[in-house]
Protein backbone atom coordinates (compact mmCIF):
# COMPACT_ATOMS: atom_id res chain seq x y z
CA UNK A 1 0.00 0.00 0.00
CA UNK A 2 1.31 3.81 -0.95
CA UNK A 3 2.35 5.98 2.19
CA UNK A 4 2.36 9.29 2.81
CA UNK A 5 5.15 11.24 3.42
CA UNK A 6 3.61 12.04 6.94
CA UNK A 7 3.03 8.63 7.84
CA UNK A 8 5.23 6.09 9.48
CA UNK A 9 3.69 3.07 8.65
CA UNK A 10 5.82 1.37 5.94
CA UNK A 11 5.57 1.23 2.62
CA UNK A 12 5.68 -0.23 -0.47
CA UNK A 13 8.25 -0.25 -3.08
CA UNK A 14 8.69 -1.62 -6.39
CA UNK A 15 11.07 -4.10 -7.49
CA UNK A 16 14.87 -3.08 -6.60
CA UNK A 17 17.09 -2.03 -9.44
CA UNK A 18 19.67 -4.43 -8.06
CA UNK A 19 16.93 -7.26 -8.47
CA UNK A 20 16.16 -5.69 -11.87
CA UNK A 21 19.45 -5.25 -13.15
CA UNK A 22 20.43 -8.65 -11.90
CA UNK A 23 17.98 -10.18 -14.35
CA UNK A 24 18.36 -7.81 -17.33
CA UNK A 25 22.26 -8.01 -17.39
CA UNK A 26 21.42 -11.74 -18.79
CA UNK A 27 20.69 -10.35 -21.93
CA UNK A 28 21.79 -6.75 -21.97
CA UNK A 29 25.18 -7.39 -20.91
CA UNK A 30 28.96 -5.87 -21.71
CA UNK A 31 30.98 -6.67 -25.13
CA UNK A 32 27.85 -7.54 -27.02
CA UNK A 33 28.22 -4.82 -29.14
CA UNK A 34 26.43 -2.58 -27.78
CA UNK A 35 27.80 0.79 -26.56
CA UNK A 36 26.32 1.85 -23.47
CA UNK A 37 24.75 -1.37 -21.53
CA UNK A 38 25.01 -0.39 -18.48
CA UNK A 39 23.03 2.89 -19.26
CA UNK A 40 20.13 0.76 -21.37
CA UNK A 41 19.55 -1.33 -18.58
CA UNK A 42 19.26 1.49 -15.68
CA UNK A 43 17.12 3.51 -18.31
CA UNK A 44 14.65 -0.10 -18.23
CA UNK A 45 14.84 -0.63 -14.58
CA UNK A 46 13.78 2.87 -13.91
CA UNK A 47 10.43 3.03 -16.48
CA UNK A 48 9.77 -0.50 -15.21
CA UNK A 49 9.80 0.16 -11.56
CA UNK A 50 7.87 3.92 -12.15
CA UNK A 51 5.14 1.57 -14.47
CA UNK A 52 5.13 -0.89 -11.28
CA UNK A 53 4.43 2.10 -9.32
CA UNK A 54 1.24 3.50 -11.28
CA UNK A 55 -0.27 -0.06 -11.54
CA UNK A 56 0.00 0.36 -7.75
CA UNK A 57 -1.61 3.64 -7.89
CA UNK A 58 -4.75 2.08 -9.85
CA UNK A 59 -5.13 -0.20 -6.77
CA UNK A 60 -4.65 1.81 -3.87
CA UNK A 61 -5.91 5.39 -5.11
CA UNK A 62 -9.35 6.13 -6.01
CA UNK A 63 -9.14 7.77 -9.30
CA UNK A 64 -11.35 9.71 -11.63
CA UNK A 65 -12.39 8.16 -14.52
CA UNK A 66 -10.15 10.98 -17.02
CA UNK A 67 -7.16 9.87 -13.97
CA UNK A 68 -7.64 6.11 -14.54
CA UNK A 69 -7.09 6.99 -18.01
CA UNK A 70 -4.35 9.18 -18.13
CA UNK A 71 -2.97 6.75 -15.71
CA UNK A 72 -3.09 4.14 -18.26
CA UNK A 73 -1.67 5.86 -21.08
CA UNK A 74 1.33 6.63 -19.40
CA UNK A 75 1.93 3.00 -18.47
CA UNK A 76 1.38 2.17 -22.31
CA UNK A 77 3.51 4.90 -23.37
CA UNK A 78 6.09 3.70 -20.87
CA UNK A 79 5.65 0.18 -21.80
CA UNK A 80 6.50 1.02 -25.56
CA UNK A 81 10.09 2.87 -24.65
CA UNK A 82 11.02 -0.15 -22.89
CA UNK A 83 9.94 -2.13 -25.99
CA UNK A 84 11.43 -0.66 -28.45
CA UNK A 85 14.58 0.10 -26.23
CA UNK A 86 15.03 -3.74 -25.75
CA UNK A 87 14.33 -4.51 -29.47
CA UNK A 88 16.78 -1.38 -30.58
CA UNK A 89 19.52 -3.35 -28.06
CA UNK A 90 18.37 -6.79 -29.80
CA UNK A 91 19.14 -5.54 -33.87
CA UNK A 92 22.26 -3.92 -33.04
CA UNK A 93 23.59 -6.76 -31.07
CA UNK A 94 22.07 -9.04 -34.04
CA UNK A 95 23.83 -7.25 -36.54
CA UNK A 96 20.22 -6.49 -37.93
CA UNK A 97 20.43 -2.99 -37.39
CA UNK A 98 20.54 -0.42 -40.80
CA UNK A 99 23.97 0.94 -41.00
CA UNK A 100 25.28 3.38 -43.54
CA UNK A 101 28.78 3.95 -44.62
CA UNK A 102 27.83 8.06 -45.29
CA UNK A 103 27.46 11.00 -43.50
CA UNK A 104 25.94 14.34 -44.36
CA UNK A 105 28.69 16.89 -45.12
CA UNK A 106 26.59 19.98 -46.42
CA UNK A 107 23.19 21.24 -47.75
CA UNK A 108 22.99 23.91 -50.21
CA UNK A 109 19.58 25.44 -51.25
CA UNK A 110 18.91 25.73 -54.48
CA UNK A 111 17.21 28.39 -56.05
CA UNK A 112 13.03 28.88 -56.29
CA UNK A 113 11.71 28.28 -59.75
CA UNK A 114 8.68 27.82 -61.42
CA UNK A 115 6.79 24.64 -62.67
CA UNK A 116 3.55 23.95 -63.76
CA UNK A 117 2.40 27.15 -62.10
CA UNK A 118 3.80 26.59 -58.59
CA UNK A 119 6.76 27.43 -56.80
CA UNK A 120 9.81 25.15 -56.80
CA UNK A 121 13.41 24.43 -55.64
CA UNK A 122 16.17 21.84 -55.83
CA UNK A 123 18.38 21.50 -52.81
CA UNK A 124 21.77 19.62 -53.28
CA UNK A 125 23.18 17.65 -50.38
CA UNK A 126 26.48 16.56 -50.30
CA UNK A 127 27.48 13.06 -48.22
CA UNK A 128 31.03 12.14 -46.78
CA UNK A 129 31.95 8.33 -47.03
CA UNK A 130 33.63 7.28 -44.00
CA UNK A 131 35.52 4.79 -43.01
CA UNK A 132 33.96 2.81 -40.96
CA UNK A 133 29.67 2.35 -41.33
CA UNK A 134 28.03 3.54 -38.60
CA UNK A 135 24.49 2.97 -37.17
CA UNK A 136 21.18 4.69 -39.29
CA UNK A 137 18.57 6.29 -37.31
CA UNK A 138 15.59 3.50 -37.84
CA UNK A 139 12.14 4.30 -36.69
CA UNK A 140 10.18 2.30 -34.63
CA UNK A 141 8.20 1.42 -37.42
CA UNK A 142 11.10 0.29 -39.12
CA UNK A 143 12.70 -1.83 -36.13
CA UNK A 144 9.49 -3.94 -36.01
CA UNK A 145 9.61 -4.77 -40.09
CA UNK A 146 13.51 -5.66 -38.93
CA UNK A 147 12.16 -7.67 -35.88
CA UNK A 148 9.53 -9.31 -37.68
CA UNK A 149 11.89 -10.06 -41.01
CA UNK A 150 14.48 -11.93 -38.81
CA UNK A 151 11.99 -13.36 -36.40
CA UNK A 152 13.41 -11.47 -33.40
CA UNK A 153 11.08 -11.95 -31.10
CA UNK A 154 9.77 -15.32 -32.50
CA UNK A 155 7.97 -16.39 -35.43
CA UNK A 156 4.04 -15.26 -34.35
CA UNK A 157 2.80 -13.22 -36.55
CA UNK A 158 0.03 -12.05 -33.76
CA UNK A 159 3.44 -10.38 -31.97
CA UNK A 160 4.08 -8.30 -34.55
CA UNK A 161 0.48 -7.21 -35.74
CA UNK A 162 0.32 -5.95 -31.81
CA UNK A 163 3.48 -4.41 -32.19
CA UNK A 164 2.51 -2.10 -34.94
CA UNK A 165 -0.97 -1.73 -33.77
CA UNK A 166 1.34 -0.34 -29.82
CA UNK A 167 3.44 1.90 -32.40
CA UNK A 168 0.64 3.63 -33.47
CA UNK A 169 -0.79 4.19 -30.40
CA UNK A 170 2.31 5.49 -29.15
CA UNK A 171 2.42 8.15 -31.33
CA UNK A 172 -0.41 9.65 -29.71
CA UNK A 173 2.51 11.16 -27.44
CA UNK A 174 2.17 14.66 -29.21
CA UNK A 175 -0.88 15.98 -27.97
CA UNK A 176 -1.52 18.35 -31.49
CA UNK A 177 -1.82 15.27 -33.56
CA UNK A 178 -5.16 15.26 -33.88
CA UNK A 179 -6.86 13.23 -37.13
CA UNK A 180 -10.81 14.00 -36.35
CA UNK A 181 -13.19 15.76 -33.78
CA UNK A 182 -13.10 12.84 -30.99
CA UNK A 183 -9.54 11.84 -31.19
CA UNK A 184 -8.58 12.61 -27.86
CA UNK A 185 -6.88 10.27 -25.11
CA UNK A 186 -9.86 9.56 -23.28
CA UNK A 187 -11.07 7.49 -26.96
CA UNK A 188 -7.76 6.31 -27.58
CA UNK A 189 -6.12 4.61 -24.27
CA UNK A 190 -8.35 1.98 -23.02
CA UNK A 191 -8.26 -1.28 -21.52
CA UNK A 192 -7.09 -3.44 -24.74
CA UNK A 193 -4.11 -1.38 -25.46
CA UNK A 194 -3.03 -1.60 -22.05
CA UNK A 195 -4.16 -4.93 -22.16
CA UNK A 196 -1.79 -5.48 -25.36
CA UNK A 197 1.36 -3.84 -24.73
CA UNK A 198 1.43 -5.65 -21.38
CA UNK A 199 0.89 -9.01 -23.34
CA UNK A 200 4.35 -8.11 -25.75
CA UNK A 201 6.40 -6.65 -23.00
CA UNK A 202 5.19 -9.88 -20.25
CA UNK A 203 6.21 -12.30 -22.89
CA UNK A 204 9.35 -10.69 -24.29
CA UNK A 205 10.76 -10.65 -20.54
CA UNK A 206 9.69 -13.87 -19.51
CA UNK A 207 10.55 -15.45 -22.74
CA UNK A 208 13.60 -17.83 -23.54
CA UNK A 209 15.59 -14.90 -24.48
CA UNK A 210 15.97 -13.90 -20.34
CA UNK A 211 15.36 -18.13 -18.95
CA UNK A 212 13.64 -16.60 -16.04
CA UNK A 213 13.25 -18.89 -12.62
CA UNK A 214 10.44 -18.83 -10.29
CA UNK A 215 11.87 -15.89 -7.79
CA UNK A 216 12.16 -13.74 -11.32
CA UNK A 217 9.23 -14.40 -12.36
CA UNK A 218 7.44 -13.21 -9.83
CA UNK A 219 9.33 -9.47 -10.35
CA UNK A 220 6.90 -9.18 -13.02
CA UNK A 221 3.77 -10.41 -11.55
CA UNK A 222 1.65 -7.59 -11.42
CA UNK A 223 1.67 -7.33 -15.60
CA UNK A 224 -0.63 -10.12 -16.00
CA UNK A 225 -3.10 -8.01 -13.68
CA UNK A 226 -3.87 -5.73 -16.90
CA UNK A 227 -3.39 -8.89 -19.16
CA UNK A 228 -7.35 -9.72 -20.66
CA UNK A 229 -7.41 -12.92 -21.89
Known amino acids: MLTKTNEVESTWYPSSVP ?3 GYLVKVIRPKQ ?4 DYALRRNIIYNLQYMEFQDRVLQDIKLSSVLCTQTRKSMILTGCSIIESILHYLLITSGFHTETEWKKKVEFKG ?6 GKKVRVDT ?15 FDAMIKSAKSNSIFGSSKVMYTTLESLRE ?3 KVHLQVINNPTDTD ?6 EDLSNMFKVLFSILVSS ?3 PNKDELAIFEYMRRHIIT
Not at 33 to 36: A, K, Q
Not at 186 to 191: A, G, V
Open 33 to 36: GYEH
Open 19 to 21: KID
Open 111 to 116: NQKNLD
Open 186 to 191: WNTFNP
Open 125 to 139: VMYEKLENKILKHMT
Open 169 to 171: IRN
Open 209 to 211: LFE
